[in-house]
């Protein structure tokens, strides 16, 4: 049903606008004569309003999951444009970064994605040598361990957005990578430096994900070990 799918459409659009502009409240009313028989009993005025912004849009992504520490959130504001960040580990195995650009949703990512993906696994690789918690010849936490378990929005406001893709969909501007990648690391180092116990949680969840990768990669080694060898086995 096309005023299904749109209403959801609508609520859905509303409640994200409403965590990126925090402390506004969002009305929308349902002003359709009729009704499909299912939509009833639901009401026709709906309000968003979420005091905490990004912060509280990580807490839902992660509501239903054993969160590690609490959701980490700060912003900044520099001459070439505005960042705002909210992320949260979890005990989940999937990782998942919603990007927005002056409030659009950047589906594709782009620029600002890059330079954070980029920060949060050079942050958390620093912090882990500093203290000690990876030595000196083990290798780096790779990208994948970083992220995995990890709910974050990052959310940049510019003056002059250039958006790529089919679908417009994929922020352009090469000087919000390096914006981005400057405002986490000094952010997210800083808070680590702060709550010391979040901290260690999140490099232990890391590493916990480095360790799956790597027996994976052995046991996966066996196996083509093995069968080279039963293949050289003649007859």
Known sequence: ???????????AHFRQQSYLTRGIT???????????EEDIALPRLYRFHFEGGVAAYVRHLNHDKQG?????WFEKDEPEGFVEVALQYSQAFQDQTITFANNIHTTEGGTHLTGFKAAI??????????EGILKEKEENLTADDVREGLAAVVSVRLKDPQFEGQTKSKLGNAE????VETVVNEKLATYFEEHPGDARDVVGK?????????????AR????RKG???GMTLP
């Open 1 to 11: 049903d096309t005023s299904e799918f749109c209403l959801a459409t609508l609520l």
């Open 26 to 36: 969002l009305s929308i009313m349902d002003e359709r004569e009729k009704r499909p």
């Open 68 to 72: 590690i520490g609490d959701v980490i």
């Open 121 to 130: 696994t050079r942050t958390v690789n620093a912090y882990a040598r500093k």
């Open 176 to 179: 919000m990578k390096a914006l």
């Open 206 to 218: 890391c590493l916990l994900a480095a360790r799956a990768r790597m027996a994976a990669r052995a």
């Open 221 to 224: 080694d066996a196996v083509i």
């Open 228 to 230: 080279a060898l039963e």
